[in-house]
């Protein structure tokens, strides 16, 4: 029966119905099953065998290939997982009938008890930053997870372990929903127009999702940002700032934050400085040393000491899918930066480049601006090799800066062709630009046939 929701002493239970059955959403049924709510997990799709099998490992009731709407609509309260748009179908219900919609880490924030979280958004970095942020913490000895969305479920961590401190990965998606969620330090690192199609084409919708990562913060509170970024500056004029700001900037010195000038980087918080040069950051380019400054600054607030700090910056490997060296073949270097699905990335992608670039570009188009590519493509790249079903757009803004660009509908086509415009001392750099869905299963599936084909050359 539907609204049989009465525990063994007769106590109408809290209904809480996840839809969407992903990484977030058995995170959220596992955190929920286990602090006492009755829980129902509804996916319109197929749900992997893996987390299906969690749901019944744990006794928690689910559904998948369709939504049984009497029952969605009988909850006191919905999680919805982060891919799941507000035009679908169920979605409009849900809302037109007022019922409360909640985000994943909003469900673990109510439960994280005494624990201090650190949380990252931003449109380019937030993977690389939070991933050195918590390389830092590892390296200084603390208990801590890695969470969200990169690694477990914030909601799953909780759950099934639960630490001192959590170093989470934000998206938009998941901000969206959240209602009481405030992390002890917020990272913004940046703002370029991206997932416009999430919110009805106006950037200033996504712009003010961004800012929500801060929107319950205290005086106690830090919020780092960038003092570079125009779209940040210009938002926290309109606003009022409750917590305590923490810069970062290439351009000029800060009273405090972080500022890199000539090749030093500076941070300073309160009485505590610290400095290191820019030669010995692991992470090459002008974008990663932003999110070294970023993940420098969250380190010194977490007292973490100088030394560990340089240690992790010095120490830190790069992500797989984001400026992942592949292999060297015939003096050819192959790179993979995969998880470049909107133009920033790969902008921030070819200013890192130093040798001649063979550049693969293409994919479903988020209604791509190319023009800010325009300079760098002149400037380095000697081909373009399009990845994708529909490559016009591509042809069209590069037609007049690049004397080559081939179309390939293939990561083995793509690779075979960028090996054969390429010389010894070039390099070619997967750096899409666009989302991976046309040919690949995800940005992941791209990336790793990419490196499959390089290595069958």
Known sequence: MINERNNNDGIKEHFLVILGAGESGVGAALLGKQKGYHVFVSDGGAIKNNYKQELIDNGIDFEEGHHTEEKILSADEIMKSPGIPEKNEMVKKIRAKAIPVISEIELAYRFKGNSKIVAITGSNGKSTCTSLIYHMCKTAGLECALVGNIG?????????????LYVAEISSFQLDDIKDFRPDIAVLLNITEDHLDRYEYKFENYINSKFKIIQNQQPGDSFIYCDDDEVTVQHLKKIKLKTNPMPFSMNHELSNGAWIIGNNMTIRVDEERMSMSVYDFVLKGKHNQYNTMAAGIAAVQ????????????????SLEHRMEFVATVRGIEFINDSKATNVNSTWYALESMEKPTILILGGIDKGNDYTILEELVKDKVKAIVCLGIDNEKIHEAFKNNVTIIIDTTSAADAVQQAFHLAEKGDAVLLSPACASFDLFKNYEDRGRQFKEAVKEL
């Not at 477990?152 to 001192?164: G, T």
């Not at 560990?308 to 910056?313: F, G, L, P, Q, T």
């Open 152 to 164: 477990y479920s914030f909601a799953k961590q909780i759950a099934e372990n639960p630490v001192p």
């Open 302 to 317: 977490l007292d973490i000491r100088k030394e560990k700090i340089r240690d992790a910056v010095a120490t830190f490997n």
